[in-house]
C-alpha cells in the first residue's frame, strides 16, 4: 500500500500545537519554541498545514505569503516517516495556496548539510541564489538560499506533468 495514502494533510488547528512542536524537535537541531509557533499561529501572513496518520501529527508545514513572495518558513517529518512523500507533498500544498493567493515567487534557507532537503527543493524548481553566512544559531552553519520564480498558472501545469523536466520559469523582462 502506498504510505502516502494513509496520510491526511489539512490545515493545522490551534489544538496541534504541542504535537508540532514535539514534531519540531524530533526533527531540528534548533526547533521553534512553543511560543515561537503562538506567534506564527496568530499572524495572519502564516498559512500552516500538518500531515496526519492515524491521528498523530507526522509533518507540518509553515509558510508566508508577503506580497506576491511565498516564504517557506519549515517543513518538517517525523524521522519514522521520511522519505515516504510527505514533504513533497506539505511543499506542494505550500506551493500551490502561495498561487492561489498571488504568489510569483518563493523563497526559502536551508541547511547546507541538508542534501536531502535541497534535492526536494530543486524538485520543485527551487535554485541556489545565495548563502546567508553562519546563519544558523545552534553551530553556525552557513544556510542555502533557494528560490523559484514565475510561479503561476504554467508552473502549476508542470507540477501536474509530473516535473519530469527542469522548470524554466518565464522571461519577464
Given amino acids: ?5 494513509e496520510i491526511t494533510i489539512r490545515r493545522m ?11 519540531d ?5 534548533d526547533p521553534w519554541s512553543l511560543l515561537s509557533w503562538q506567534e506564527i499561529w496568530d499572524d495572519t501572513q502564516a498559512h500552516l498545514w500538518v500531515a496526519e496518520r492515524e491521528a498523530h501529527i507526522v509533518g507540518a508545514l ?12 519549515t517543513i518538517a517529518v517525523h524521522p519514522d516517516y521520511r522519505e515516504q512523500g510527505i514533504g513533497a507533498k506539505l511543499l506542494e ?3 500551490r495556496e502561495g498561487i ?7 523563497h526559502l534557507e536551508v541547511r547546507k548539510s541538508n542534501l536531502p532537503a535541497r534535492r526536494l527543493y530543486q524538485r520543485f524548481g ?3 541564489v545565495g548563502e546567508r553566512k553562519k546563519y544558523y544559531p545552534d553551530n553556525r552553519e552557513d544556510a542555502v538560499l533557494m528560490s523559484v520564480y514565475g510561479l503561476g ?7 501536474e506533468g509530473g516535473r519530469c523536466e527542469t522548470w524554466h520559469p518565464p522571461r519577464i523582462w
Fill in 153 to 159: 498558472e504554467d508552473y502549476l501545469r508542470w507540477l
Fill in 100 to 106: 492561489a493567493l498571488g504568489a510569483k515567487l518563493s
Fill in 1 to 5: 500500500m502506498n504510505a502516502l495514502a
Fill in 25 to 29: 524537535h524530533l526533527s531540528f537541531s
Fill in 62 to 73: 509553515a509558510v508566508w505569503l508577503v506580497l506576491d513572495e511565498l516564504h517557506i518558513g
Fill in 13 to 23: 488547528a490551534a489544538n496541534d500545537l504541542e504535537a508540532v512542536v514535539e514534531l
Fill in 126 to 128: 527551487f535554485e541556489m
Fill in 93 to 95: 500544498i505550500g506551493l
